[in-house]
């Protein structure tokens, strides 16, 4: 089981050097109506869908990859590189939009991430407060959230992180799903797969800046990966900079291969 507080820590750690991030992270995770919007978005998910975890502790999940990915991709971020924000804007955008992300699932899975933006502006407005950038970290946030399911192409490097961090919760983990509810027969091939799925490391890598490694028990865990976070990647606009290895377990051994 996930530990949240040991979650949280480890994304305030990352946030030490961001101020506004930080504080935007502090504010989210006590934020009752975010919160609310995301129990109910766990229950759609779930209860009603048979998919596996899109409530608080998969968005802290992604929050916290996108940070790793965005410190090891080692790039200028969109609204620095364009003159319109500072670092802390970028990675305060990022925060918003991982937490943010699969609000719209309150509704319905089906263009989760359009509803999702009108959900999820209203409330960045009022975490933000009097911030004076406010309106270009909302936008740059409102395109990771729509970009989030690879039917929009970012044009933003903040985007296509948070894009791919969405896609890198997949351990057993996400699945979440009480016993009860695999044996109604309610689970589909999202939760079964999850449960594969032992391990996904985020690092270094040797032949590109990032490496995603994604190591499971079977091989159904590959439908994670294939209808995931291949999709992600390919249209974040980051693909060169990660490469991606699936480390499949067969009988006492590991056999790694690489996917992209």
Known sequence: MMDEKKLDNSIIKKLGDFPTALQTFKKLIRDKESLSFLELTNAVSIKRMGYNDHGRIHTKIATDSALKLYKLLGMKPSLVRDGLGSEDDSVTAMVLAAFLHDMGMAVNRDNHELLGVVFARPIMSRILGDHPNKHNIIATACEAILCHMANYKPSSVEAGIVSIADGTDMTAGRARIPHFYFESG???????????????????????????????????????VEEILLPKLANSGLEKKVEVVAVIKKGDKFERLEVN
């Open 186 to 224: 309610g689970a589909k091939i999202h939760s079964y797969s999850a449960l594969s799925i032992m391990h996904v490391e985020i690092k270094k890598g040797k032949k590109r800046p990032v490496a995603i490694e994604i190591v499971m028990s079977n091989p159904a865990g590959v439908f994670q």
